[in-house]
């Protein structure tokens, strides 16, 4: 692996454990390069930041493309993309988008696009099947999916995230039809998450 790689997979390793604050002196050690090498590659925590974000969004809007692929069932597609999502940490990016981050950088953009309109494609299949609550839309699973997945502060919780692929499973079997309940509120669409 490269060390631009090396260094983007190690801070976020790091950002998910730590925070988006981390000391980059760590994030070197934990990639196996010398501060040199980081700061040549990223030659401030805002130049690295970004390519982490574009990194995990990425890989995020090719694993909900991956469980398209592969369920035939449009329910299971959109739980198989929950998970994988979830190995991806999605929620740890939730405090690096704000501070010295450029959210409006058009990679950024762009690439979010990508994730959300995956992400719409997921939930609106699963809707026309009649396998996904209709009162629902496709800012509540990422709001759920995000609180989910993000890490707890503070030490005394480490090791809880063996419980996240459980309690997505709660979160998704409360999505299923039959609904079982009326929801509170309306629906998070993706324009209420930008205004955000």
Same mark, same amino acid.
């Given at each position: 692996?490269?060390?631009?790689?090396?260094?983007?997979?190690?801070?976020?390793?790091?950002?998910?454990?730590?925070?988006?604050?981390?000391?980059?002196?760590?994030?070197?050690?934990?990639?196996?390069?010398?501060?040199?090498?980081?700061?040549?590659?990223?030659?401030?925590?805002?130049?690295?930041?970004?390519?982490?974000?574009?990194?995990?969004?990425?890989?995020?809007?090719?694993?909900?493309?991956?469980?398209?692929?592969?369920?035939?069932?449009?329910?299971?597609?959109?739980?198989?993309?929950?998970?994988?999502?979830?190995?991806?940490?999605?929620?740890? =990016?939730?405090?690096? $988008?704000? /501070?010295?981050?450029?959210?409006?950088?058009?990679? *950024?953009?762009?690439?979010?696009?990508? &994730? %959300?309109?995956?992400?719409?494609?997921?939930?609106?299949?699963?809707?026309?099947?009649?396998?996904?609550?209709?009162?629902?839309?496709?800012?509540?699973?990422?709001?759920?999916?995000?609180?989910?997945?993000?890490?707890?502060?503070?030490?005394?919780?480490?090791?809880?995230?063996?419980?996240?692929?459980?309690? =997505?499973?709660?979160? $998704?079997? /409360?999505?299923?039809?039959?609904?079982?309940?009326? *929801?509170?509120?309306?629906?998070?669409? &993706? %324009?209420?998450?930008?205004?955000?």
């Amino acid at each position: 692996m490269r060390n631009r790689e090396r260094i983007i997979a190690a801070a976020r390793e790091l950002f998910v454990e730590f925070g988006p604050d981390v000391a980059l002196d760590d994030v070197a050690r934990r990639a196996g390069v010398g501060n040199a090498t980081l700061y040549r590659n990223f030659p401030d925590r805002a130049a690295l930041t970004h390519e982490v974000v574009l990194a995990v969004t990425s890989r995020t809007t090719l694993r909900a493309e991956e469980a398209e692929a592969a369920e035939a069932d449009p329910f299971a597609a959109l739980s198989r993309f929950v998970h994988a999502a979830a190995d991806e940490r999605i929620g740890a =990016l939730c405090p690096m $988008l704000s /501070g010295v981050f450029d959210r409006d950088h058009p990679d *950024l953009l762009a690439e979010r696009g990508r &994730l %959300e309109g995956a992400v719409e494609g997921l939930v609106a299949r699963a809707q026309s099947a009649g396998r996904l609550r209709t009162d629902i839309a496709v800012g509540d699973v990422l709001v759920a999916l995000s609180q989910l997945t993000r890490p707890l502060p503070g030490i005394a919780c480490q090791g809880i995230d063996r419980f996240t692929h459980r309690h =997505l499973q709660l979160f $998704l079997d /409360g999505l299923e039809t039959p609904a079982r309940s009326e *929801l509170p509120g309306s629906a998070a669409t &993706l %324009e209420d998450l930008r205004r955000s």
